[in-house]
């Protein structure tokens, strides 16, 4: 999640003509879509889930005009059940799978990370624990990973046993 917002704010930067805040930055003249930290809109009747429907359908539509576009969604669909998540992530990756678009998609539900209709890659950070805290190396590594940390979190936190 950090790490796309941050290549997301560093687009925006680079596109004002502003400095980005990374040692290098190299970008081409790609339309910006996101969904991230997405809001309802309670007067007009949007519910969180559909405001994201919103976002990503722009991306869909400004798809068709065959220009380079990057899409970043934080963790894809989570407003609504985990069978009917995937079923749309896979959908917009098949929609999206196209020369000119980049899509990064952060997620929780390794499913996405084994489709094999589309060409993927998938990346991940990885953490370790030190005297019962859990720590990241903020280091990017090639693949999915391989450990979870929210059942370590839940029992240290109390919420679980």
Known sequence: TSF???IAINICLA????FVTS??????LYKLFTSMRVK???QNGISTFYAELLRIKDALDYSENKLPMILMVDEIFKGT?????????FSVMDKLNLEH????????DFELCDYEKVKLANYHFSEHYIDNKI???????DG????TNAVYLMKNTGIMD
């Open 135 to 141: 720590k990241f190396d903020y280091k990017i590594k």
């Open 40 to 42: 309802d809109d309670i």
């Open 81 to 89: 059940n985990m069978n009917d998540r995937l079923l749309g992530a």
């Open 101 to 108: 678009v980049i899509l990064f998609i952060t997620t929780h």
């Open 4 to 6: 796309i917002r941050t």
């Open 15 to 18: 596109k004002a003509g502003a």
């Open 23 to 28: 040692a290098s930055f190299k970008t081409s």
């Open 144 to 147: 999915k990973c391989n450990t």
